[in-house]
Every structure is written in C-alpha cells, then in structure tokens.
C-alpha cells in the first residue's frame, strides 16, 4: 500500500511549492496593520504524551508517543494511505487546528508545537498540511512568534479587503546584546503552492523590519 511520510522536524517551505510575488504589508509592533485573526478557526486536539490511543480529527486521526513524537495519518480519496509525522517537546505542549487557508474542499490542519520557555515563544513551529481535491497533503513549515487564544491562532489572518487567507510569520534575530530585530513576513496558498508576499499591502509601505534596542 502506498505510504506517503511527511516529516517536519526542521523549519522547511517546500522549494518546489515556493514561489514570489510583488505584495506587502506593514508592520506595526508586533501585529500587522489591516490584518485581522482569520475566523472560523476550530481546534480539534491537544497533545496528550500520556496516552497513546489515536484521536480522530475528522479526515484522519492523531497519535502521540511519550518521546514527542505526533504523528497525523489518513487516507485520500483513492484509499492510499498518508503519513505526517512531527517531533514536539512533551514539556511545551503543542495543539492541532483546522483552518481554511486556501479554497479547496477540505480545510488545512494546522500543527502547533510550543518551543522552550528560554526564547519568549519565538521558537514556535508552525507546521500546515494543506489538501488537493483528491485529499491528498501538501506540507509547510514555518519557525516564530505563533500566540494561541480560544479563537484560533494569531498567525492566521485576513489580508485586507480582498478576504484572502494568509499565515503572518514573525521573527526574531539578535544583533547584538539587547538589540533585536523582529522581521513579518506573509504567506498565502495557492492550491500547493505557499506564495510569499513583500512590498505593500493597500498603498502602505513597511520596513523589513523592526529594531528594539
């Protein structure tokens, strides 16, 4: 039986999914002006390292190992089996959303991994599988600030008017002690295909990024 593994345990976006385009946004503390937290957002499961019975998340289901490891598993609609498997830190914690990032039949499933307490939460790992019309999954990996409310995931927005669903990656690098500097980028899904977004968001400019001394 065809198995197809996903493995996601290093910050990754697809090459051969990747590809450019002439928007941007402007960054404005540490959210992005004109994007709003993309509604609709459904929370299917939390990690439980404790127990290793599968949950189901509708078009598959969850397992977790007491090393971390989670691993997503389900069929397409050809009956071949698919396999995503992650490494998390049982002390962090990590969750699992549903999501519509783009307009195929079934929703994106949003893997959530807490980093360490040390970074501020910097170090979280955004991890999206994406589906075709023959439900089949597309990965994306992204590596930065990610918050977490009841009503979904902070990094998952609207861009502008135009309603179109969008992942805000914000980052943080170190230029020396006490001086950081946080960078936004954006993402959008086009099908399988994640599209990285620079240069202005309805006629206003923004830096690259943003110093903090």
Same mark, same amino acid.
């Given at each position: ?8 345990? %290093?910050?990754? @976006? ?29 929370? +299917?499961?939390?990690?439980? !390292? ?19 490891? %989670?691993? +997503? ?14 490494? @998390? ?6 969750? +699992? ?13 949003? !893997? ?16 999206? +599988? ?17 918050? %977490? ?12 008017? @135009? ?5 805000? %990656? ?18 959008? !899904? ?24």
């Amino acid at each position: 039986m065809f198995k197809q593994v996903i493995r996601t345990t %290093v910050m990754c @976006a697809v090459a051969s999914l990747f590809v450019n385009t002439t928007l941007c946004l402007k960054a404005q503390g540490q959210r992005a002006e004109a994007l709003a937290m993309l509604a609709g957002q459904q929370k +299917l499961a939390d990690c439980n !390292f404790q127990s290793a019975a599968p949950v189901s998340i509708g078009i598959g289901k969850m397992k977790t190992d007491a090393d971390g490891t %989670v691993i +997503l598993s389900g069929q397409d609609k050809t009956g071949k089996s698919w396999t995503a498997s992650y490494q @998390a830190f049982p002390g962090a914690g990590c969750q +699992l959303w549903q999501a519509r990032l783009e307009r195929s039949e079934e929703p994106a499933l949003v !893997f959530v991994q807490f980093g360490g307490n040390t970074s501020g939460g910097w170090d979280t790992t955004l991890s999206v +599988l994406l589906f075709d019309a023959q439900n089949r999954p597309f990965p994306w990996q992204a590596k930065g600030k990610f918050d %977490v409310t009841k009503d979904g995931i902070d990094g998952l927005v609207i861009l502008g008017k @135009a309603d179109t669903p969008a992942v805000l %990656v914000r980052t943080q690098q170190s230029d020396g002690p006490g001086n950081h500097r946080e960078s936004h980028s954006i993402y959008t !899904f086009l099908g399988n295909r994640a599209v990285e977004m620079t240069g202005e968001l309805e006629g206003k400019q923004c830096p690259s990024g943003q110093h903090h001394g």
